[in-house]
């Protein structure tokens, strides 16, 4: 146990559904991760929230919109996605960002499993 | 140029073997280097983290890193079936990103 919780471990959805994943951590960290990995591609960074405020956006499409009410939970809301939008979302935090000089242990969550029919 | 490069692999090695795993990267600016393990179907796990040029030992496995090179590679000693997963190499850039490569399966045979 990582102490990074996620929610729904797998999700179907239709490209017309709209749907939210959930991610929350016991660890106290200030920085939370959003991240997309797909077959044989390198993890892909999608948002970086510290202390509650979006520092990073890594050029993710509208479609997918974070939120962040606190520094323990993190949601991801999804909404007319595509098929090649398929694959495993893991959620991680750190202590803190590296936009204040941290963000270098980061512990993952298992992760979600999404498909898009 | 790929900034973190992994070998894919599969890597196959005898249970009992040293099983070497390497990484290279791009920006020479980079402090920080991370060895993630990733078991099929689950998340990264973190095993170890290494600053200074140089080996560090925790248990069987050791990190390695070579600034000059540019180079971080990861032995584990005494290979066990166990140890069968994906291991990602990641790297604190001059930026403070943390880049990942596309990991390296090791299958270690019993």
Redesign the interface.
Known sequence: ETGVTQTPRHLVMGMTNKKSLKCEQHLGHNAMYWYKQSAKKPLELMFVYSLEERVENNSVPSRFSPECPNSSHLFLHLHTLQPEDSALYLCASSQDSWHVGGGETQYFGPGTRLLVL | QKE?EQN?GPLSVPEGAIASLNCTYSDRGSQ?F?W?RQYS??????IM?IYSNGDKEDGRFTAQLNKASQYVSLLIRDSQPSDSATY?CAV?SA?????????TLLAVQP
Do not use: H, R
């Not at chain 2, 179907?41 to 973190?46: C, D, F, I, Q, T």
């Not at chain 2, 930026?95 to 990991?103: R, V």
């Open positions: 973190v894919s920080s991370f993630y179907g689950k998340s990264p796990e973190l983290f990602l604190n930026t403070n990103k943390l880049i990942f490569g596309t990991g």
